[in-house]
């Protein structure tokens, strides 16, 4: 076999030729499997600690973390007092942490003491949908974000003047932009 000292070294190029070939077609068949789960699931899927960038253009998407992607896309409500947003006090305003849109702003927050970042009405009447909460009946209704549809919050009827409604929404379903006035 191969015992000789000085084989010609084009005597292995086939094989290492080979090897770099099938890696190459190994590669290649993986970027494809990942195109193909990215085509098929959409957004990517994250279990790391929050990285979501501010959303100023409103276009890119981020990646969201289980506790985002499980408030914004199936509903859930995160644990009271989980979100630093819920102690929030600058002047800014709150952007869906999937889409980007303006939703809430902190002119309109106020302290509603249940440890969920509460709001009087939205930034604009059509940032949110509004729509009834089956499993609350009438006590709420579900606030969706209208761009994305993602699932932000609810609102109820006892809120302060000038509205009375709260608005009670998920702090991590929210990014929060500081500006300055
Ligand atoms: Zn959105």
């Known amino acids: 076999m191969e015992t000789r000292a000085e084989p010609q070294s084009d005597r292995r190029n086939p094989h290492q030729t080979r090897r770099r070939l099938l890696a190459a077609a190994g590669l290649t068949g993986f970027g494809a499997l990942l195109t193909l789960t990215g085509w098929r699931t959409g957004p990517p899927r994250t279990a790391g600690p929050s990285t979501a960038a501010p959303l100023a253009d409103g276009h890119r998407r981020p990646r969201l973390t289980q506790t985002q992607l499980a408030i ?3 509903g859930a409500t995160e644990e009271p007092f989980s979100s630093p947003l819920a102690y929030e006090e600058r002047v800014g305003h709150y952007d869906c942490a999937r889409c980007g849109s303006t939703v809430y702003r902190a002119a309109d927050k106020y302290d509603s003491g249940t440890g969920w970042p509460a709001f009087v009405q939205p930034a604009d009447p059509e940032a949110i949908r509004r729509s009834p909460e089956p499993k609350l009946e009438d006590v709420s209704q579900q606030v969706t974000c209208a761009r994305c549809g993602g699932h932000l919050g609810r609102v109820y009827d006892d809120g302060p003047p000038p509205t009375g409604r709260r608005h009670c ?13």
């Open 72 to 74: 914004l896309r199936d």
């Open 169 to 181: 929404i998920n702090g991590h379903a929210l990014v929060f932009i500081a500006t300055d006035a």
